[in-house]
């Protein structure tokens, strides 16, 4: 089974900021099943990138992710006051499985 | 456009067997390349998959609870429900429905892109 780990656990940053969120699997995970999710409290989670770098509808493009093999990293360019949430990474493994990281709270600085 | 809704009782004795059901609106549970999952969040916690299935009936489990889970699919309803069993206070949790799809020609995974609001069920006598 695949584990993914995020860091930082917790991420302060101010409006304006770059903010650069890792994952980490344990084993290489394909590009094409690697997913993040932004959840703010008392709501479901949002998708926000598939395949490791496409956005998904509606997102905007100040989000980015990249990385490939066991490294993955969302990117935010700028932050805006709506962007500060929970952040998790998610992968779509054998078997079939799901697997989530533990998340990265972004917060304000 | 779809959505997605849990519905089931908010307690359960533990020891019982917790059942919710996502009812599917504005779509067909039906469609080629939609699967649909359960994932769960303890409060204050992250979030765990539980299981998904096909609307074929094909079902895929987390293994950490695949002895305690059964998720069926009701297409004529356009639902489909989890029955967790044998519950303790750790299987207290918002629990969320939700799709992701994948494609058949490259099995290129889409994400979980349509999730349902959520439910609070809490194991507790």
């Known amino acids: 089974e695949i584990v993914l780990t995020q860091s930082p656990g917790t991420l302060s940053l101010s409006p304006g900021e770059r903010a650069t969120l890792s994952c980490r699997a344990s084993?290489?995970?394909?590009?094409?099943?690697l997913a993040w999710y932004q959840q703010k409290p008392g709501q479901a989670p949002r998708l926000l990138i598939y395949?490791?770098?496409s956005r998904a509808t509606g997102i905007p493009d100040r989000f980015s992710g990249s990385g490939s093999g066991t490294d993955f990293t969302l990117t935010i360019s700028r932050l805006e006051p709506e962007d500060f949430a929970v952040y998790y990474c998610?992968?779509?493994?054998?078997?079939?499985?799901?697997?989530f990281g533990q998340g990265t709270r972004l917060e304000i600085k | 456009q779809l959505q997605l809704q849990e519905s089931g009782p908010g307690l359960v004795k533990p020891s019982e067997t917790l059942s919710l059901t996502c009812t599917v609106s504005?779509?067909?549970?039906?469609?080629?390349?939609?699967?649909w999952g359960w994932i769960r969040q303890p409060p204050g916690k992250g979030l765990e998959w539980i299981g998904s299935?096909?609307?074929?009936?094909?079902?895929y489990y987390n293994p950490s609870l695949k002895s305690r889970v059964t998720i069926s699919v009701d297409t004529s309803k356009n639902q489909f429900s989890l029955k967790l069993s044998s519950v303790t206070a750790a299987d207290t949790a918002v629990y969320y429905c939700?799709?992701?799809?994948?494609?058949?020609?490259?099995?290129?995974?889409?994400?979980?892109?349509?999730w349902g609001q959520g439910t609070t069920v809490t194991v507790s006598s």
């Open positions: 504005g779509g067909s549970i039906s469609s080629s390349s939609y699967y």
């Open positions: 084993q290489s995970v394909s590009s094409s099943y």
């Open positions: 998610q992968q779509y493994g054998s078997s079939p499985s799901l697997t």
């Open positions: 299935i096909y609307y074929s009936g094909s079902t």
């Open positions: 939700a799709r992701y799809i994948i494609a058949a020609a490259n099995y290129y995974y889409y994400g979980m892109d349509v």
């Open positions: 395949g490791a770098s």
